[in-house]
């Protein structure tokens, strides 16, 4: 089995407990995701089965969309309000165009300090893990890039939406955003609206995939909806299996190489113009 299933992850179950439901049902070992989201948090979980696992760096997007809440008055060890309190505020009043006025001020490129719950690692290890043991390690911020973010509404937390990279931890966000505001803040809930260029509405609950029932997206469709392809002519496919060089009709840095319906590499462009195999997909 090969494709892309897009599963509405559901509360309370990691990332990689998903992965092993999505591989027991599918009876394969070659199973992963594109990127992982918090155990509490639901939506677009992006899970790659077998030959889609090798296409993994070319399926992954460059950003992401969630809907966010913020408790403000509350700090914890986590960032989020399943972890121990460590600092409690005052209540504060804050008119809606004061929180839209700090949400833009995060537009655009920043350093962030990712969490000590986060899956980076450090000397091997994970931060999540030493986080386990009650240490806490020096790590070094990051840049992120908050490409859209909006106010969706202000009641006894904050909800709003935001498009963000790669990397971005959204818990750290609605740390500084509180911090900004002039309090403290923890993030409340969490919701991954689109993922890869995927979307919500596109997943299916993982208790239809658990009970056999795949809907699955081709790796074809996956890697044309973020690159360009180029079909392959018969004479070029043996050349493609065995890593040669290819003289492409393109300008574009990277392209996937097809044939039919089958994406057989990722290329990429040389200085000389001639393309060089990224990785083989056939």
């Not at 537009?107 to 290890?125: E, F, H, N, T, W």
Request: proline share 5%.
């Amino acid at each position: 089995m090969d494709g892309i299933c897009l599963i509405n992850k559901p509360a309370g179950m990691t990332s990689f407990d998903v992965v092993y439901q999505v591989r027991k049902a599918a009876g394969i070992k070659s199973v992963g995701h594109t990127g992982t989201l918090d155990p509490q948090a639901t939506g677009v979980l992006v899970v790659l089965l077998g030959r889609a696992c090798k296409a993994l760096p070319y399926l992954s997007g460059k950003t992401k969309e969630y809907i966010a809440e913020l408790t403000l008055g509350t700090k914890t060890d986590t960032g989020d309000i399943w972890g121990k309190p460590l600092e409690t505020r005052p209540e504060i009043k804050l008119e809606p165009g004061q929180i839209k006025a700090v949400l833009n001020s995060f537009l655009g490129v920043s350093m962030q300090l990712p969490p000590m719950v986060s899956a980076i690692k450090k000397d091997g290890r994970k931060l999540y893990e030493y986080a386990r043991e009650g240490v806490e390690v020096e790590r070094e911020k990051r840049p992120v890039e908050i490409i859209e973010i909006e106010l969706l509404q202000v009641a006894a937390s904050i909800r709003f939406r935001v498009v963000c990279s790669n990397g971005t931890y959204v818990r750290t966000l609605c740390e500084d955003i509180a911090e900004k505001l002039g309090t403290v803040g923890t993030m409340s809930s969490l919701i991954r609206t689109r993922a890869c260029g995927y979307t919500l509405d596109q997943c299916q609950p993982l208790d239809e995939v658990k009970q056999g029932h795949f809907q699955l997206v081709s790796i074809y469709d996956g890697i044309a909806s973020q690159y360009p392809l180029i079909e392959a002519t018969p004479a070029q496919i043996p050349d493609i299996k065995n890593g040669k060089r290819l003289c492409l009709d393109s300008m574009e840095p990277v392209v996937g190489v097809v044939s039919g319906n089958q994406v057989l590499a990722m290329m990429e462009r040389q200085e000389d113009g001639i393309y060089r195999c990224l990785r083989g997909l056939w």
